[in-house]
């Protein structure tokens, strides 16, 4: 539901959305921002962690992100923010500050942790840093994990930033390029695969570990969070 004419938004909001507020925003770096939303709405929520939720970012757009952190005892849910700066989710994200109203749609979609594999692979981008963060921290342990986040170069600390511990590569000429590369240095046999981001990475990944890894169909989880020139997913 990217769009929607503002009157109609305006009459569904009320009935659907759960009411908070913005109780903090930190910079984690220039273009990544994570921000806390707060609400009494927000308690007693069924949620998996890999779900996503759905911001109204101006009178018209709706965008989807995905909360890093939802406690939903306290009420208290977290988004790690890319900010690309081509979009209005971008920019509705940038202005975010303390203290402004949020109305929030959600939760809802499928990607979730599969609880019965012996290890866990995640291959994603700079959108995927609150998805790793919140699926990693709903893992069983002892822990099997391994996985690549690729970022712009100089943007590497970005996962320790975001306290997501995988390995950061750096985006090469086309993206997806430096996660393949990596991928073909790193296997973790057995493992479900947890692709999201980009759409033509995810597709070309998906590809790389089922001709050249072996992977199995059903251990592949994947979702597109973007795509080039497509506006909202
Ligand atoms: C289920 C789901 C969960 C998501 N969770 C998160 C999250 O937790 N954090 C997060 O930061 N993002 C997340 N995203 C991605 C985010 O919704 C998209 O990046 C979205 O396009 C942002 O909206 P926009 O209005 O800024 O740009 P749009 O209006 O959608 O797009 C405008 C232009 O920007 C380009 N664009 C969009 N995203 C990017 C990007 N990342 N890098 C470069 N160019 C881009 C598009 O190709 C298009 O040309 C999620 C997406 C989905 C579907």
């Known amino acids: 539901m ?14 659907f959305a759960k009411p908070s ?23 007693g929520v069924s949620y998996e962690a890999g779900q996503e939720v759905e911001f109204r970012v101006s009178p018209t757009e709706f965008r989807h992100y995905t909360p890093s952190l939802w406690d939903v005892e306290s009420g208290v849910l977290e988004v790690v923010f890319y900010l690309h700066g081509q979009g209005p989710g971008s920019a509705w994200a940038e202005a975010l ?78 993206r997806g390029e430096a996660l393949s590369a990596w991928l073909e240095q790193n296997v973790l046999p057995g493992a479900t695969c947890y692709l999201a981001g980009h759409a033509g990475s995810i597709v070309a990944l998906r590809k790389q570990l089922l001709e050249r890894h072996g992977c199995a169909r059903r251990s592949l989880r994947s979702k597109a969070y973007w795509a080039d020139g497509k506006r909202g997913l």
């Open 21 to 43: 507020h913005v109780s903090r925003v930190e910079t984690l770096a220039p273009g990544l921002r994570r921000v806390r939303f707060e609400g009494a709405s927000l308690r």
């Open 97 to 174: 500050e303390p203290g402004d109203a949020v109305d929030i749609l959600g939760p809802g979609g499928r990607l979730s942790v599969d609880a019965d594999a012996p290890a866990h692979l995640f291959l994603g981008d700079e959108t995927c840093l609150g998805l790793f963060q919140a699926m990693i921290r709903a893992l069983p342990s002892p822990l099997r994990l391994l996985g690549a986040v690729e970022v712009a170069p100089g943007a590497e600390d970005w996962l320790a930033r975001t306290g997501v511990p995988l390995t950061a590569v750096a985006r090469r000429a086309s």
């Open 2 to 15: 990217p769009e929607m004419p503002a009157v109609l938004a305006n009459t569904l909001m009320p009935w």
